[in-house]
């Protein structure tokens, strides 16, 4: 594969990865099977491996979830509710082991394992102060959760007051799921009552924790499992299997297959042909390294711990026929085929529709309108199509992908050396603009009550928003238009302007990130606005960038996750005069708050570089220490460079440290200036 090849494959993995973590947790309306979540993650994994100089810190493996729902008081995790790496066989488990060894340079030791079935259900926070439950919430994006207290309060499963001695604070965390005769159960009580029914356990039990009313929670047949701890004040276990033996003498139902474990294979397959028959819906099983004091020291990395893996089962399959392909289009006029199926039950679940990628995908599996296809899922989502099945009857003729955007009629083309379609029509593509905006009122960028899809929609088809800007400078004054408007009324407008309103002030990576330039997601966002700290200084600068060769070009591309081509993304949004136009009239009606510093004291913000042989720390906890303090890990030494650590036969980048009058540390000062703390 090319880079340029590469390129366009990270991008459009890295979009579909953000959409579907959209759709499945902060919108309980998954749309792919997790089997096939985890071949465009895995396939991510794979070029972004093969190619490290294309991916930066908005990589979607470090995307947690997804931003919390606006119905809900956010809460701020104390530490942040990860998600986990996954192994789909005995090579990955074999290698997840070595990472382990290799990053804790234990040569060939023996690890100690824990494992627990990989739950489907809703990840939660539980927070007790002397003993008494004070605080829930879900996990959202990682970092903030919503405030689901009063609902979790209504849990059987959960205990109000922990039994035994606890310490002062202590956060606990969990699943939240329902079993399959629940679900069978409250499906048919919904059937009989005329009203809607859910699709599978999973969004069952998330749509009832996420209930607005706990009293409509009260009335959901809800379980909890506790497998996990967030904050402690104080000690609880050296282990993580004590840790558990403490959960249930806390009064914490815990998994009764978990277990400690020498074969993790064996155990796999165990709890793989026990799986039909529990009681519950499982997808794996999760391995904790046992040490906890072992896990502290490896920390985590981007979206994962390096302690904890999850062994994933395979997929399960079923036949149906495709009836016709659909496309949609994206808010960068990506155009995506979406297949539609005679609806079919694969592993309990009824699917009727599957994302079909690009149109390579499309002829490389032959797939044509009328085949029998082959249905895969391995979780509780819509699954992939595998392809047409074998010696069944076929379509009658290959699919043409379409040669023009179905929204404007504009040429849809496809740049050399990439795999997807785009629109040409640009600003004047309806669609784009419509899926621009909703990405701008979405809950990980302005985030605007009342100013949902069908909203936005409705609003620009008929002409009272044009874009972004709009929102501020004309919905407020057309408040008793929108009232009389069918669906609203007076309450209504009120309240939509009170929402826009308190939107005005925004952090600067919510704002970079609601503009929607391709490949600034949230997590590059972030990075951009921590490095410029200003909205006036991050104008300035990437206006300056657009020249090729420009200081403010070479210091965008020296930005720890910032390589060439998202510079590349963003020289050409600011090159662009319509969108300068529409970025200073929306900047115009905001206040936009300066970036808080990552981290803290001394560190903050600096670039460090680690060359030699490191003695007392292998080289990937070193730059996780650094990484945890704010500063930024480059591999170069320059006259932007502000901290040289030395080891061993320490060679080329030391000297030029040295000429350049850069700062430079032995391996003892740096652990010293650091804590002498270890990585994550």
Partial sequence: MSEVKARTELLRLGMELARH??????????????????????????????????????DPAAKVGA??????????????????????????????????????????????????????????????????????????????GEDVTANLRTLKDLPLRLKG???????????????KADFLAMNAAQESAGEKMFANPRNAAAGGLRQ?????????????????????????????????????????????????????????????????????????????????????????VGRAPRWAIAWKFPAEQATTVLEGIDIQLGRTGALTPVARLVPVNVGGVLVRNATLHNADEIARKDIRIGDTVII????????????????????????????????CGSAAVRAPG???????????????????????????AFDIEGLGEKTIREFHEEGLIGGPADIFSRLPLLEAEIAVREGWGALSARNLVAAIAQRRGIGLARFIFALGIRRIGEANAKLLARHYGSYANWRAQMAAAVVIGSEARSDLGSILGIGPAIAEELAEFFAEPRNVAALDALAAELTIADAEARGGGELTGKSVVFTGTLETLTRPEAKAMAEKMGARVTDSVSKKTDLVVVGADAGSKARKAVELGVRVLSEAEWRALAGGGGGG
């Fill in 67 to 144: 931003a919390p729902g606006g119905g809900f008081a956010k809460i701020r995790h104390g530490v942040p509710m990860l998600s986990l790496d996954n192994a789909f066989g005995p090579e990955d488990f074999t290698e997840f082991c070595a990472r382990i060894r290799r990053f804790l340079g234990l040569d060939e030791a023996a690890l100690g394992f824990v494992a627990e079935p990989k739950i489907d259900g809703l990840s939660i926070s539980l927070t007790y102060e002397h003993g008494r439950f004070v605080q829930g919430a879900t996990r959202g994006d990682g970092t903030e």
């Fill in 21 to 58: 973590d959209r759709l499945y947790h902060a919108e309980d309306a998954p749309e792919i099977t997790d089997a096939a979540y985890d071949a465009l993650r895995r396939r991510y994994n794979d070029v972004a491996a093969a190619f490290p100089g294309l991916v930066g810190a908005d």
């Fill in 376 to 407: 895969q899922r391995a979780g509780d989502v819509i699954p992939q199509v595998v392809g047409p099945v074998e010696g069944a009857p076929r379509g009658a003729a290959a699919y043409v992908f379409p040669a023009v955007c179905p929204a």
């Fill in 212 to 300: 607005l009313d706990a009293r409509i929670t009260a009335t959901r047949p809800l379980s909890l499992f506790a497998y996990a701890m967030g904050e402690a004040s104080g000690p609880v276990a050296e282990t993580h299997w004590e840790y558990l033996e403490r959960l249930r003498a806390w009064g914490f139902t815990v998994n009764p297959l978990s277990r400690r474990i020498a074969d993790a294979a064996a155990f796999q397959a165990e709890v793989g042909a026990a799986r039909a028959g529990l009681a519950y819906d499982i997808d794996g099983v999760v391995y904790k390294l046992d040490d906890l004091a072992l896990q502290r020291r490896l920390g985590f």
């Fill in 165 to 179: 001695e606890a310490p002062a604070r202590i956060e606990i965390r969990g699943e939240v799921f329902m079993t």
């Fill in 418 to 444: 990439e795999v997807v379609m785009r629109c040409t029509g640009g600003l004047a593509c309806p669609a784009q603009v419509e899926e621009r905006l909703i990405h701008f009122v979405s809950r990980g």
